[in-house]
DNA sequence: CGGCTTGAATAAGTCATACCTTTGGGTCTA
DNA sequence: TAGACCCAAAGGTATGACTTATTCAAGCCG
């Protein structure tokens, strides 16, 4: 999955920088001084830079240096770009961003899955649904995490949309960092735990309107939630 | 835009050949072999083999060589991947695809313009029906593609989402791509116009719920046109 | 005979160095 | 002052030497 050996560590180092806005847009790195702060070579320098280079986030240029480029030029559907900002600065607007990309794809996503889904993704849908519930009732919030990404990862998965079916860890990034980050409630509440089995049997019903209204409520709700708590 | 120098004329093959399922899933590329084939410096190669690695398409392994990955692993929103599954075999795939994402992203992206386009936003959108308009009646298919694009393009930045706004690129090449291929009319539907129309009124107007459902008719259209002109 | 250890071969990973190419900026000249 | 010109700076490329991880197989032990 990560960008293996040196250039994998500078990456680690570098791209949150940048995501976190520490390095802003302008900011001149020189090779040079890269090998001698991380105590690499040129290769490796070289290769995390057109890593960098190939996201969209720096741009180097001869006799000038390797400036770092202004945000709305990021790859920001770039899971390691997503992952920079969650983890910095720019958690609060990445999150909103993503709140509302799951508005627009996760409702498509359930109504094709209600079409397209295979048995053994029914099956599974339906036996995440009931995990969900116990997992709610005990408040256990680690566990029901754990089944509420596995439950829209398998949502997205079942659409057979191969883009759709990617988001999957974006989404799993977004309901990891809402629990990380204290913005959900305590205990699951049993509305949302009840909208999650009603996507599930419309999938399994083959309703496609009904999933995908269930599938938008939770989505809406999650945003609406999301922005109330975020203050920034 | 581009990745310069020799790792991106290296990129340029490379990319392609894997998008298109002449290197399959399984493939070893070794190093070397990269090197004598395309006359560079293993610096060129591995600044290019990195680069795939970050897009998940190859996985480079100690000892046995650098492998392609199957295209389930890939980065399938990187803008690359996407330009070069468009050229080649897996086109039809990639636009199917990139249909369902813009009929779930396009008509959430048209009702947050609504709420929050600038007057200038509104303003360039107004003229850009206009632009459509004429360009529709003069059968120019060349200025309509541009002025589609753009059209489509604005009204993605005008969500104020920054992911929205970054699917632009990837929406134009859709709409280039079915023109290129003569997936399109010769000659532009009016009816398709109007519902440009009705989009940029409903945006300048501020009324989400009708720029939503007429940009989900433009879209809904373009794929089901899209499902009945593709044969494979 | 089967499983475990061990060692050698292999290919990627890293480093250091030399040299090339582009380009921004300063200087010299008309 | 305008223009041509030159130089230095920074990235770009090439190459050889060496390191490290990993596979595979030979050989050893139970």
Redesign the pocket.
């Known amino acids: 999955m990560e960008i293996?050996?040196?250039?994998?560590?500078l990456l680690a180092h570098l791209g949150p920088a940048i995501a976190s806005g520490e390095l802003p847009a302008g900011t001149?790195?020189?090779?040079?001084e890269l090998?001698a702060q991380h105590?690499?070579?040129?290769?490796?320098v070289?290769?995390a830079?057109?890593i960098l280079e190939s996201m969209r986030m720096v741009e180097?240029?001869?006799?000038?240096?390797?400036t770092v480029r202004p945000q709305s030029d990021w790859d920001v559907f770039d899971p390691l770009v997503i992952r920079w900002r969650l983890a910095g600065a720019g958690r609060s607007a990445q999150l909103r961003s993503l709140g509302s990309l799951r508005v627009a794809v996760e409702p498509a996503a359930a109504a094709l899955a209600a079409r397209h889904a295979s048995d053994d993704d029914r099956r599974e849908l339906s036996a995440l649904a009931v995990e969900l519930t116990v997992t709610a009732r005990a408040a256990d919030l680690e566990a029901f995490l754990e089944h509420d990404i596995a439950f829209h990862a398998a949502v997205l998965r079942a659409s057979g949309n191969e883009m759709f079916a990617h988001l999957k860890d974006t989404v799993g990034a977004v309901l990891t960092g809402r629990t990380e980050h204290r913005l959900m409630p305590h205990r699951p509440r049993e509305y949302a735990v009840q909208l999650h089995r009603d996507v599930a049997e419309a999938i399994c019903a083959g309703d496609p309107e009904l999933a995908e209204r269930a599938m938008r409520t939770i989505v809406v709700g999650a945003l609406e939630e999301l922005d109330a708590t975020l203050t920034d």
């Open positions: 293996q050996g040196l250039p994998g560590r001149v790195l020189r090779a040079e090998e105590g690499v070579s040129r290769t490796v070289r290769e830079v057109r180097p240029r001869r006799r000038v240096g390797t």
